[in-house]
């Protein structure tokens, strides 16, 4: 299959995005830029589940070349993966939590869960599954576990902003508070795991939509629809289950599989349909190389934090523009662009580091 080139640029698009949201340099920023309170979408609650939904599409692709086939290579290779990146993102943690000046085998105040953890987690149980499981079983069991989980929310005080959460609860039993991200409802937590499977599924089954041998514009065009319907679906849902990016819900789940569908769809069009891909190429330049930036990103967000220069430059910066939200996203941009210039040596010389 010859390879598609919106993966790249939405996968791009996503790290960017990343880099940009968890970097911020002030404390007030625009809206679209920062998590939902609570219930509810803004734009930054796009950026994760955008990047899992486009993960299950690659995993469809890779696995699809080995025939699906179980095999003691391709079960450790999995194993290798996830834990890899599981331990990328305990790295990065680690990394700043020596940064301010802390014991760096004192492991007591240690978070455990995480953004990259999750991806791992998400890959390596829905990469196992495909090895031994239809796809058409692994459809019915996203929709078993969503349905499930959004009842355990329901009955389960699961849309409570306090210690009172399940989410709260069984993080608390099996990690402790002091592992945890200090908010009643780590957004990261155990519990949410399930829908965030079930949402890597939805990719990797659209991954499957991206390869019939069909036309490739009808095969877009299907994707396109699913995303609509699964979009529709997830509004509908949100009447019982509203969206919540900190307890992944299940309307959540399906609006933005949706939307991602959609807009996947969309850049394929021009990209991979059209061949019209001079507006993507910064995007393409983080999407071949997208753990290793998002990474990158991470450790300078922490250096420059830690040793003052981001309240410098945005102190700076409120001198000339007092906007304290523009000065706020001008750091945070430039922080994206500044790893840019990483990003675009490597995609020049086809340079992938891969996990």
Do not use: Q
């Given at each position: 299959m010859k390879r598609l080139l919106s993966l790249d640029v939405i996968r791009g698009m996503t790290i960017v995005c990343m880099i940009i949201v968890n970097n911020l340099a002030g404390p007030d920023n625009y809206l679209h830029l920062e998590h939902s309170e609570w219930n509810g979408i803004t734009v930054c609650d796009l950026v994760f589940p955008f990047f899992l939904f486009i993960m299950g599409i690659t995993t469809y692709i890779s696995l699809s070349r080995r025939d699906f086939k179980p095999s003691s290579s391709s079960i450790l290779k999995i194993l290798r993966r996830a834990a890899v990146i599981i331990l990328i993102g305990w790295a990065v943690r680690w990394f700043a939590y020596i940064c301010m000046d802390r014991d760096i085998w004192d492991f007591s105040q240690f978070r455990i869960t995480g953004v990259l953890p999750r991806i791992g987690l998400c890959y390596g149980i829905v990469a196992l599954m495909a090895l031994y499981i239809s796809r058409k079983t692994m459809v019915w069991i996203a929709a078993a576990l969503l349905v499930v989980y959004g009842a355990i929310l329901l009955m389960f005080n699961g849309y409570a902003n306090d210690s009172s959460n399940i989410h709260a609860v069984i993080d608390e039993f099996l990690?402790?508070?002091?592992?945890?991200?200090?908010?009643?409802?780590?957004?990261?937590?155990?519990?949410?795991?399930?829908?965030?499977?079930?949402?890597?599924?939805?990719?990797?089954?659209?991954?499957?939509?991206?390869?019939?041998?069909?036309?490739?514009?009808?095969?877009?065009?299907?994707?396109?629809?699913?995303?609509?319907?699964?979009?529709?679906?997830?509004?509908l849902a949100s009447g019982i289950l509203a969206p919540n990016k900190a307890i992944w819900s299940s309307s959540y789940v399906l609006i933005t599989c949706g939307l991602a569908a959609i807009l996947l769809a969309t850049i394929s069009y021009f990209t991979d349909v059209r061949h019209d891909?001079?507006?993507?190429?910064?995007?393409?330049?983080?999407?071949?190389?997208?753990?290793?930036?998002?990474?990158?990103?991470?450790?300078?967000?922490?250096?420059?934090?830690?040793?003052?220069?981001?309240?410098?430059?945005?102190?700076?910066?409120?001198?000339?523009?007092?906007?304290?939200?523009?000065?706020?996203?001008?750091?945070?941009?430039?922080?994206?662009?500044?790893?840019?210039?990483?990003?675009?040596?490597?995609?020049?010389?086809?340079?992938?580091?891969?996990?």
């Open positions: 990690l402790t508070r002091a592992h945890l991200y200090r908010t009643p409802v780590d957004p990261e937590g155990i519990l949410g795991t399930i829908p965030a499977v079930a949402h890597t599924i939805i990719g990797f089954c659209c991954g499957a939509m991206l390869i019939r041998k069909e036309p490739l514009d009808a095969r877009l065009l299907k994707l396109f629809v699913t995303g609509v319907l699964l979009a529709l679906g997830g509004f891909s001079t507006a993507f190429g910064f995007f393409e330049a983080f999407g071949v190389n997208p753990l290793f930036l998002y990474v990158l990103g991470s450790i300078f967000g922490v250096v420059l934090g830690i040793t003052g220069v981001t309240h410098t430059v945005y102190e700076w910066t409120l001198t000339w523009l007092p906007d304290p939200k523009t000065a706020s996203m001008l750091f945070s941009v430039a922080l994206a662009l500044v790893t840019g210039l990483f990003a675009y040596p490597l995609y020049r010389k086809r340079i992938y580091i891969k996990i």
